[in-house]
């Protein structure tokens, strides 16, 4: 079993829909990191959260450290939110740099 | 802007070959890391370096060993590259997460192919 887990692995939408997408994990973190692979593209970074919410457009990412459960969701849907979302975990072991990574959720959306 | 560079973007190689992979960033940070990534298999860590000359070993260091003489530099090297090492490479960076700033920039990936 990953210690990071993403659902659902793949994803289509319409266009303006609201699009949730979940991380869980099984291990302590002191944070949790969301990225974003367009295809052919790099990686880049949306947030790094280790409690509540964080917003950024039309990105908001959640975290329920008890649960151990983030959430990113995207309001008003668009085809260039086309992309892999990748859930990284910071684990809480003293200095720690490291990441683990989901397997990341394959994101549609259609016109 | 943070600038993580990697020095091929597509690379075609033979078995047995030596190859390198050059990562380059330019705003001094502390950490450097080399994954590879595979359909279904996601990011996988391979080396990491938090200092110059310091490595450590990620979750999959077989076939592959580092290099870090400079601080804004980090290579990778296959010795004797085999074809299951056809994958893409991607190179990142971070500051020191205990500086609060751990957010990780990644470079544009070198797409290997071995053959």
């Known amino acids: 079993k990953n210690e990071v887990e993403q659902s659902p692995q793949n994803l289509t939408a319409q266009e303006g829909e609201f699009i949730t997408i979940n991380c869980s994990y099984s291990?302590?973190?002191?944070?949790l990191h969301w990225l974003q692979q367009h295809p052919g593209g790099g990686i880049v970074s949306l947030f790094m959260?280790?409690?509540g919410k964080k917003k950024h457009g039309r990105l908001i990412a959640t975290i329920n450290i008890q649960e151990k459960h983030s959430s990113l969701h995207i309001t008003a849907s668009h085809p260039r939110d086309s992309a892999v979302y990748i859930c990284?975990?910071?684990?809480?072991?003293?200095?720690?740099?490291?990441?683990?990574f989901g397997q990341g959720t394959r994101l549609t959306i259609n016109p | 802007d943070v600038k993580v560079t990697q020095s091929s973007r597509y690379l075609v190689k033979r078995t047995g070959e030596k190859v390198f992979l050059e990562c380059v960033q330019d705003?001094?940070?502390?950490?450097m890391f080399w994954y590879r990534q595979d359909p279904g298999l996601g990011l996988r860590l391979i080396y990491f370096?938090?200092?110059?000359?310091?490595?450590e070993k990620g979750d999959i260091p077989e076939g592959y060993s580092v290099s870090r003489e400079k601080k804004e530099r980090f290579s990778l090297i296959l010795e004797s590259a085999s074809t299951n090492q056809t994958s893409m490479y991607l190179c990142?960076?971070?500051?020191?997460?205990?500086?609060?700033?751990?957010?990780?920039?990644f470079g544009p990936g070198t797409r290997l192919l071995v053959l």
């Open positions: 990284a975990a910071r684990p809480l072991i003293q200095g720690a740099q490291k990441l683990v």
């Open positions: 990142a960076s971070s500051a020191l997460f205990y500086s609060g700033r751990g957010t990780q920039y």
């Open positions: 959260l280790s409690s």
């Open positions: 291990v302590g973190i002191s944070a």
């Open positions: 370096s938090y200092d110059v000359k310091m490595k």
């Open positions: 705003m001094d940070h502390e950490n």
